[in-house]
């Protein structure tokens, strides 16, 4: 609660467990003790009763390593409790994209935060732009890269991440974990973003090429039986429309990503520049407003068949799909609106992200859940 800003005090901390101030003062010594928490004895506030200490993730207190995959390039990132961002790093990808060379990039590009951080390192966590089945670890469809089906991609980054050198404050046999980026994106929304208070959260997102989506229920991602829920960049919105890597047509994959901007437009990227950041460019250039409009009405005939399916409470908008809403906030309501079973009356908020670098959040947070359910588990290795 403290990680997700719920707690900023004692008092509120013990309203919210129902516990004893005894116990709950017990509770964050404890945290405190194991250098997760910082405990303000200075009273907060000015209103009835015994004022209370204030609770905060504590400033120097230990952190993991997280790493997502674009098909353009590589980020990177220390990740402190609360969702802080230490050192974000974003480095071009590897001549050679095979799995072991890759993700031998990756592990490194880790190792090397981890040697230059006064902070202890924890964990290390990858987040992928692809489908991940649980719980073995496995990518069923590299598409970007090319990889074999059913690449065991958790027991590769394992390996690699044992191979480098982490420094003398990382922990021993460093434990390390893979993902889909999309739904590590949807974990990061909910915890620190605009899917706070969500019951029932839908992301939908389009990062440097593509379409991911992502759905928390009660906190909770649905992955499904085997990991693979939510691929809702593979649902069809114009059949006659863009090939898509799957081998489909007019998928919202190929249909509302950065390629399908810049073609709508008809215009050519920089390949010196990073395409997502171009593709921001573009959604905002009046002269590509037709370009805009255009993957607008495709975005919005994708989310009112997800809406008819899945009923969220919200709706959350990442990568280019963000700039999507920006431009034309109307438009896009409009067309989920009269696309949706329950039409305007049941209209469902869409509302941008507000977590920069949701990705590398979220892989934090997938490092971290082991520690977020048993903090003593940091006084190990």
């Known amino acids: 609660m403290v990680h997700t800003g719920q707690a900023p005090t004692r008092s509120a901390l013990t309203g919210a467990l129902e516990v004893t101030r005894a116990t ?59 969702g802080e961002l230490v050192d974000p790093r974003h480095l071009p990808l590897p001549a050679d994209t095979s799995p072991a060379r890759l993700l ?26 692809n489908p991940v089945t649980e719980p073995d670890g496995t990518a069923l469809a590299a598409l970007h890269f090319g990889w074999p089906g059913g690449t065991p991609v958790a027991a590769l980054f394992a390996e690699q991440v044992a191979r480098v050198d982490l420094g003398p404050r990382a922990r021993a046999a460093l434990p390390t974990a893979v993902a889909n980026d999309a739904n590590l994106a949807a ?3 909910h915890r620190h973003g605009a899917g706070r208070g969500a019951r029932h959260l839908l992301l939908v997102t389009s990062g440097h090429r593509g ?4 759905l928390v229920i009660d906190g909770r991602l649905h992955t499904g039986s085997a990991g693979l829920a939510l691929e809702v960049g593979h649902l069809t919105v114009d059949p006659l429309g863009r090939p898509c890597p799957c081998g489909n047509r007019g998928c919202l994959n190929s249909e509302t990503d950065t390629d399908a901007l810049f073609a709508a437009a008809k215009r050519l990227p920089d390949p010196a520049r990073p395409l997502l950041a171009q593709a921001r460019e573009l959604a905002d250039d009046p002269s590509a407003r ?16 997800l809406v008819n399916i899945l009923n969220p409470d919200r709706i959350v908008l990442s990568g280019l799909h963000l700039d999507l809403l920006a431009a ?38 997938l490092a971290w859940e082991p520690y977020l359910e048993d903090p003593q588990a940091v006084r190990g290795g």
Do not use: M, Y
Request: net charge neutral; with cysteine; aromatic share 2%.
């Open 290 to 305: 037709d370009a805009v409009d255009h993957l607008v009405d495709r975005l919005g005939l994708g989310l009112a068949g």
């Open 211 to 214: 379409v991911g989506g992502a």
């Open 328 to 365: 034309a906030p109307d438009r896009l309501a409009a067309v989920v609106a009269d696309r949706c079973l329950w039409g305007r009356s049941g209209r469902v908020p869409i509302v941008p992200a507000q977590v920069t670098h949701t990705g590398l959040v979220g892989a934090g947070e």
């Open 104 to 129: 031998g990039a990756v592990a490194e590009a880790g190792a090397a935060l981890a040697r230059a951080s006064r902070r202890r390192v924890l964990a290390f966590a990858l987040a992928l732009p």
């Open 24 to 82: 709950a003062g017990a509770v964050t010594g404890e945290l405190e003790a194991l250098g997760l928490i910082s405990v303000d004895s200075r009273p907060a506030g000015g209103g009835r009763g015994r004022p209370s200490h204030r609770l905060a993730v504590a400033e120097n207190g230990p952190v993991v390593l997280a790493a997502q995959l674009h098909s353009d390039g590589i980020s990177v990132a220390a990740v402190g409790l609360g």
């Open 187 to 189: 974990l990061a929304e």
